[in-house]
């Protein structure tokens, strides 16, 4: 990994945390408490947090809403990436995206790989970007949250981070808004 450039200030990145769960509450919410934690240890805000149901129109709907409040630039979701029925987090991403960053899940997978071994696979995380806000879905235990956040996140939502970083293009991400 690259070190930071000590040329450039941190920019903290306004960051909402969705909980994607049927039995989860704020109380229990071990995933959504681990991201939380990490996000505001970075030096980012916490812009939003909330936890849904595992219904596929439903959560795509929230990742509208907070893709078009200006307050949100990035969202992480934690659940609903399994292979079970009610797993349905990719779907709701696959339904409203307007690009997919697969090289996150690729990434994803292979840092848990190290970790969990071939019950990776089993894993459905993934990323995207919607009306200039990236939306990256994680799986739905604490250790998956601190493998994203440690192991990826941190790095690419902190704008000193060389070569690239994904803070760096939040300004660019609708310019084919303005182009069209």
Not at 42 to 70: M, N, P, S, T
Request: proline letters at 3%; hydrophobic letters at 40%.
């Amino acid at each position: 990994m690259s070190a930071g450039s000590k040329d450039m200030a941190f920019r903290p990145v306004r960051i909402a945390v969705l909980t994607v769960s049927d039995s989860r509450t704020l109380a229990d919410d071990k995933s959504g408490d681990t991201l939380v934690e990490r996000i505001l240890e970075a030096g980012h805000e916490l812009a939003d947090r909330k936890i849904i149901k595992d219904d596929r129109a439903v959560i795509a709907d929230q990742f509208v809403r907070w893709a078009h409040d200006e307050n949100i630039e990035v969202v992480i979701s934690t659940g609903g990436t399994g292979v079970t029925g009610r797993d349905v987090t990719p779907e709701a991403l696959a339904d409203v995206a307007e690009k997919r960053i697969d090289g996150f899940g690729e990434l994803f997978r292979w840092i848990s790989f190290q970790k969990i071994g071939t019950s990776t696979v089993q894993s459905r995380a993934d990323a995207g970007v919607l009306h200039g806000t990236y939306i990256f879905l994680l799986p739905g235990s604490p250790s998956a949250c601190r493998d994203g956040w440690d192991d990826i996140l941190k790095d690419q939502l902190d704008i000193r981070h060389k070569p690239c970083n994904f803070a760096e293009l939040l300004p660019r991400l609708r310019e084919h808004e303005t182009n069209s």
